[in-house]
């Protein structure tokens, strides 16, 4: 199978705006949010797809939505974005004098759960299935592209996964709204570039 895939980060929430670690909270996008992913449309930097993904989360659909339109997609649950646990819609400065978060953010390893939240590791391997369930829906359904609208997180794991080694983890993040066309043939990643309105 030959393929292009488009990850797409959802729009800003006010979650995003006021630095709130937000992850398995369904929050919807902001007034901001949505101009600026229309203004990205009229730009014309999203691509074409034949497939349609979403995490689930409202804030992804309603980025689906002014992107495509009232298109039919598919939810695949294990692009949801990182779940914080305990830290979820709190601030980094809200929870500096943790002890339980400076862990967190201090682990390299990325074995370090936020309390009755994820590690890092367990992650990853919930996005890398999460990918796999798109390859499968793709090559279920003979599409040759798909517009998978996900998360910040989702997508540095992806790129953290695909690409190794070729920039650090946090570097992956794309802003709201952009992300990166993915290049599938036989049976690899092959390449990427970005969906970027300077590029």
């Known amino acids: 199978m030959n393929a292009l895939i488009h990850i797409i980060r959802h729009g800003r929430t006010f979650a995003n705006t006021n630095g ?3 992850g ?37 659909v309603e980025t689906l939505r002014l992107i495509y339109g009232d298109v039919d997609y598919i939810t695949v649950a294990g692009l949801r974005e990182y779940n914080f646990g305990e830290f979820e819609m709190h601030s980094h400065y809200e929870l500096e004098h943790r002890n339980e978060y400076q862990a967190w953010i201090t682990d ?23 990918i796999n369930d798109v390859l499968d829906e793709m090559e279920r359904r ?6 998978v609208i996900c998360h910040g997180g989702v997508i540095m794991a992806i790129m953290h996964i695909l690409f190794p080694g070729e920039r650090n983890y946090y570097e992956w993040q794309p802003d709201n709204g952009l992300g ?16 970027d309105p300077c590029k």
């Open 20 to 22: 709130l670690y937000c």
């Open 24 to 60: 398995s909270t369904d929050v919807s996008l902001s007034e901001t949010g949505i101009r600026e992913i229309l203004e990205y449309k009229e730009k014309g930097i999203y691509p074409e797809a034949e497939l349609f993904i979403t995490s689930g989360l409202k804030r992804t």
């Open 108 to 130: 390299e390893a990325g074995d370090v759960c936020c309390p009755c939240g994820e590690s890092r590791i367990g992650f990853c391997k919930r996005v890398e299935q999460g």
């Open 142 to 147: 003979r599409a040759g592209s798909a517009a």
């Open 180 to 195: 990166y066309t993915l290049q599938y043939s036989d049976g690899n990643f092959s390449g990427y570039r970005s969906i």
